[in-house]
């Protein structure tokens, strides 16, 4: 496999100018292997991430922010692939530095718990996914301003968790908030609108309401047409 570098002339620069241990590079390849993982090229992030890691546990150590950060992606890079018994160790080991060196209620400390609770809902794991996204909504609430579209991240979660279970009278104010935020934040066109509608709909289904539900489908089918994107698609 060719040398990281080789993937990107400016990390190429950075290395040589700064040298291959320098954290500048070690950012480099972080924001590489994202953008690899984001384009579903899983086996070219993966190196990126644990190359990055070795850098910044060298440079800044293994209990820093930073070290912490890159740790989260790689963890998300795993649970992307659905490898979870990867993940999992690695998101709590992040949250672990966070909380210790940022504070228990820190955003970044809501994030994770965010995003671990997000594994669990796709292990089926419904317990445990609602204590991480209830544990990262009352962090964010406490932490940002009350409209703040990072709220709404953690609200949504649980709306469509409590959707799975069948808990729909749970769902429905969960999900009339983050409506509420995201429209405000980032318009009405926004996919991350549409993704709301989405979840919104099948509860108004769920509870025999399917005019309404239909509207909101189509609302957000529209949404999803204006932005290029199918009906159906992953957001």
């Not at 209620?105 to 609770?117: C, E, F, M, Q, S």
Request: charged share 25%.
């Amino acid at each position: 496999m060719a040398h990281p570098s080789s993937y990107h002339p400016a990390l190429a620069i950075d290395e040589q100018t700064s040298g291959s241990g320098d954290p500048d590079v070690a950012n480099g390849l972080n924001d590489l292997a994202l953008l690899y993982d984001d384009q579903g090229r899983f086996a070219e992030a993966e190196p990126l991430f644990k190359r990055s890691l070795t850098i910044t546990e060298n440079a800044d150590g293994s209990d820093s922010n930073e070290f912490a950060t890159i740790l989260n992606n790689l963890a998300l890079l795993y649970d992307d692939q659905a490898k979870y018994a990867k993940a999992e160790p690695m998101y709590k080991h992040s949250l672990a530095i966070w909380e210790k060196t940022l504070g228990p209620d820190h955003p970044a400390v809501a994030a994770g718990h965010n995003n671990l609770g997000t594994m669990y809902y796709k292990e089926g794991h419904y317990q445990e996914a609602e204590a991480q996204y209830k544990r990262a909504l009352a962090i964010s609430e406490k932490t940002l301003a009350p409209n703040h579209l990072d709220i709404a991240e953690p609200i949504d979660n649980l709306a469509q968790l409590y959707c799975k279970e069948g808990k729909y009278v749970q769902a429905e104010p969960l999900l009339k908030r983050s409506l509420e935020m995201r429209q405000k934040a980032l318009g009405p066109n926004h996919p991350k609108v549409a993704k709301t509608l989405r979840v919104y709909a099948e509860v108004l289904r769920k509870t025999y309401r399917a005019t309404e539900a239909k509207k909101f489908e189509e609302r957000a089918d529209a949404i999803l047409a204006r932005s290029g994107l199918k009906p159906g698609a992953p957001l």
